[in-house]
């Protein structure tokens, strides 16, 4: 069964960046469509980016779009997210998720699709 791992969250001030990686274990990364999402205090958990398992391709939210950057290494069996030019609003506790989801749209795929999650990584942005 796939299991996930984040790490690289912390606290950064407004501007700054941070890489978040997801390191899977238990099985391969190639045939599943992997996700990053976030849930900050009171609110829903939203899908910041996601690659598609059928063609590479990344898909981002509106709101960290030229900002993040989503990228998969399939032989280390980890998925990274670049977060430059961090905002307040960006804090949250960041979460990657995986499943066998074939994309037939651009779009992030919604969180209950999603059967493996990791156990979230922390990102504060405040001076």
């Known amino acids: 069964q796939l299991q996930l791992v984040e790490s690289g969250g912390g606290l950064v001030q407004p501007g700054g960046s941070l890489r978040l990686s997801c390191a899977a274990s238990g099985s391969a990364l190639d045939y599943y469509t992997i996700a990053w999402f976030r849930q900050a205090p009171g609110k829903e958990r939203e899908g910041v980016a996601c690659?598609?398992?059928?063609?590479?391709?990344?898909y981002y939210a509106d709101s960290v779009k030229g900002r993040f950057a989503m990228s998969r290494d399939n032989a280390k069996k980890v998925v990274y997210l670049q977060m430059d030019s961090l905002r307040p609003e960006d804090t949250g506790v960041y979460y990657c998720?995986?499943?066998?989801?074939?994309?037939?749209?651009?779009?992030?795929?919604?969180?209950?699709?999603?059967?493996?999650w990791g156990q979230g990584t922390q990102v504060t942005v405040a001076s």
């Open positions: 998720a995986a499943e066998h989801i074939t994309l037939g749209s651009p779009h992030i795929p919604s969180a209950v699709l999603f059967g493996s």
């Open positions: 690659i598609a398992s059928n063609n590479g391709r990344t």
